[in-house]
């Protein structure tokens, strides 16, 4: 554990050298903005949900709007997100519980943002993290293989994974840690062919360390 304490705040700092700029990449300005625009990044790029969101974000400006919305509209124009008859469903349901539970607003706390349909734990620690300033680890793809790359965590179950990071990762920096995590994971520890040679964290990595020994 002590080990893991230590790696992962040196990772961190050295990644952090590399990432000044780490930011969540999907366009929003408001709580319910970031809530619908995750939705809609499920198995889709943040790009495309940014082209479009913009138009989104216009015709539907308040959760009671989508609560109310005509579902083959709010369909068509969701549409390039891919999933889009699941998604439309999932962001009126959604909308639906804002109006009845939360007065339409969206709630910045973890369990009661998970009672809402179609919100899991991630879409619901990348909201508290990048909408609301809160300290928050969102465990997508990315950070679940590069925590696991580098031996921050044995487990496979996102949640599992979160907890993990929680324990050796500073509070402070848990955000933080995520943004991380994701552009190493878009950029330099990919799915396929992660780039270890080019990588500032390699000496501090199990899969690096294991691929070395199988050479
Ligand atoms: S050394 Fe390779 S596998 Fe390890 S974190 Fe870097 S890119 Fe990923």
Same mark, same amino acid.
């Given at each position: %554990? !002590?080990?893991?304490?230590? !790696?992962?705040?040196?990772?961190?700092?050295?990644?952090?050298?590399?990432?000044?700029?780490?930011?969540?990449?999907?366009?929003?300005?408001?709580?319910?903005?970031?809530?619908? #625009?995750?939705?809609?990044?499920?198995?889709?790029?943040?790009?495309?949900?940014?082209?479009?969101?913009?138009? +989104?974000?216009?015709?539907?400006?308040?959760?009671?709007?989508?609560?109310?919305?005509?579902?083959?509209? +709010? =369909?068509?124009?969701?549409?390039?997100?891919?999933?889009?008859?699941?998604?439309?469903?999932?962001?009126?349901?959604?909308?639906?519980?804002?109006?009845?539970?939360?007065?339409?607003?969206?709630?910045?706390?973890?369990?009661?943002?998970?009672?809402?349909?179609?919100?899991?734990?991630?879409?619901?620690?990348?909201?508290?993290?990048?909408?609301?300033?809160?300290?928050?680890?969102?465990?997508?793809?990315?950070?679940?293989?590069?925590?696991?790359?580098?031996?921050?965590?044995?487990?496979?179950?996102?949640?599992?994974?979160? %907890?993990?990071?929680?324990?050796?990762?500073? =509070?402070?920096?848990?955000? =933080?840690?995520?943004?991380?995590?994701?552009?190493?994971?878009?950029?330099?520890?990919?799915?396929?062919?992660? !780039?270890?040679?080019?990588? #500032?964290?390699?000496?501090?990595?199990?899969?690096?360390?294991?691929?070395?020994?199988?050479?």
């Amino acid at each position: %554990m !002590k080990g893991r304490l230590n !790696k992962g705040e040196t990772v961190l700092d050295l990644l952090a050298g590399e990432f000044s700029e780490a930011k969540i990449a999907l366009n929003f300005s408001t709580p319910l903005e970031l809530l619908v #625009a995750t939705i809609l990044s499920a198995q889709c790029t943040d790009d495309r949900v940014n082209r479009v969101t913009p138009d +989104l974000f216009k015709r539907y400006r308040s959760a009671r709007d989508y609560a109310e919305a005509d579902q083959a509209e +709010l =369909e068509a124009v969701i549409k390039p997100t891919g999933f889009y008859r699941n998604k439309a469903k999932s962001i009126i349901n959604c909308c639906r519980k804002l109006l009845e539970d939360f007065n339409g607003e969206v709630p910045d706390r973890i369990d009661e943002l998970t009672t809402l349909p179609g919100v899991g734990r991630k879409t619901a620690n990348v909201v508290l993290g990048a909408a609301f300033g809160k300290n928050a680890i969102a465990v997508d793809t990315h950070v679940k293989r590069v925590a696991n790359r580098l031996g921050l965590t044995d487990e496979s179950d996102p949640e599992r994974i979160e %907890m993990d990071l929680r324990r050796i990762i500073p =509070e402070a920096r848990w955000t =933080e840690a995520t943004m991380i995590f994701i552009l190493h994971g878009r950029h330099t520890c990919t799915a396929r062919k992660p !780039k270890c040679a080019n990588c #500032a964290v390699r000496s501090y990595c199990d899969y690096f360390k294991k691929e070395l020994q199988d050479e």
